[in-house]
């Protein structure tokens, strides 16, 4: 038995179109599935535990939606060793972008999924609360704390607004970070620590972060005028930014993080500082191009 959690108006729409994809072809396969939704994330969740409670053969869960979905669903599953992979229908779909597979070939992805063995991968643990992608702190933080507010545009435009609207007044902060060798006091404008290489809809801000090495691939951004931010920032979607002389980027098992800031993980706000960060090793089942 597969579960397929469907957020339906995630993408504006996609999730509930690509629901049905997947229903589709798991009816197709003749896989036995059953499909787990709700209102809003309290009932859908609701329904998700009682799902997992009487069906302790769950072979695994489709997460259809965006990396919010994802982020929610990793608490449940983790825990209970069940495999989940994830079917791109948000507007960011970095998790997806993590895992190396591309966001049209959805059959071919499912096609994997059914025939193949699940991988374990790291995943990043901040105070008790488990990330796929991308944990930072620092200017995108309020960039996103901004976008969360604005009803329009739709969509990745909306970051890019929230952008302009932040960056005049923006200044960078006092930051004391504790790493596996090391303790750096220093001011930055924006801090990754990156299990995956990608967030905010595909900037690679860690490329070379691997998801099998038991460490985070921490990105600090030291202080640049903002004529050089924006003109090193489109960069970032090629990951070329990293050649940047005030790019620093460090490997390390646990990160601890002390600032008046606010953070956030795979999208999702996880609250002030101070924050620690552990990369837990192979603790998650999915499914790697």
């Not at 003749?30 to 809003?40: A, R």
């Not at 604005?150 to 504790?178: D, H, S």
């Not at 601890?256 to 953070?263: K, L, V």
Request: glycine fraction near 10%.
């Amino acid at each position: 038995m597969w579960g397929v959690v469907i957020n339906p108006i995630s993408g504006q729409g996609r999730g509930a179109i690509l629901g049905t994809q997947v229903a589709g072809f798991l009816l197709q396969k003749s896989i036995p599935y059953e499909i787990i939704t709700g209102n809003n994330a309290e009932i859908l969740l609701r329904n998700l535990d009682s799902f997992l409670a009487r069906h302790s053969d769950c072979e695994g869960i489709f997460s259809v939606g965006g990396d919010g979905l994802a982020h929610m669903l990793l608490q449940r599953v983790v825990p209970l060793q069940i495999p989940m992979a994830v079917i791109p229908a948000g507007t960011g779909n970095d998790l997806v972008r993590t895992f190396g597979w591309p966001l049209e070939n959805i059959n071919g992805y499912l096609e994997h999924v059914i025939t193949s063995p699940s991988q374990l991968i790291d995943l990043g643990l901040v105070d008790g609360e488990w990330f796929g992608a991308v944990l930072s702190t620092g200017f995108d933080s309020i960039v996103n704390e901004k976008a969360n507010t604005l009803t329009w545009p739709k969509g990745p435009m909306k970051y890019n607004v929230a952008i302009a609207m932040e960056l005049p007044r923006f200044a960078p902060r006092q930051y004391e970070i504790t790493l596996d060798d090391r303790v750096i006091s220093t001011q930055a404008m924006l801090i990754a620590i990156a299990n995956g290489i990608s967030y905010g809809g595909g900037m690679k801000v860690c490329p070379d972060a691997k998801l099998q090495d038991g460490l985070f691939d921490v990105m600090i951004l030291h202080p640049i005028s903002k004529f050089e931010f924006l003109r090193v920032f489109p960069k970032v979607f090629k990951g070329t930014h990293i050649t940047h002389p005030e790019v620093e980027i460090i490997r390390s098992s646990k990160v601890r993080i002390e600032a008046e800031a606010i953070a956030y993980a795979d999208g999702e706000r996880v609250g002030q500082l101070p924050i620690s960060a552990e990369c837990v090793g192979r603790v998650f089942n999915t499914w790697l191009l």
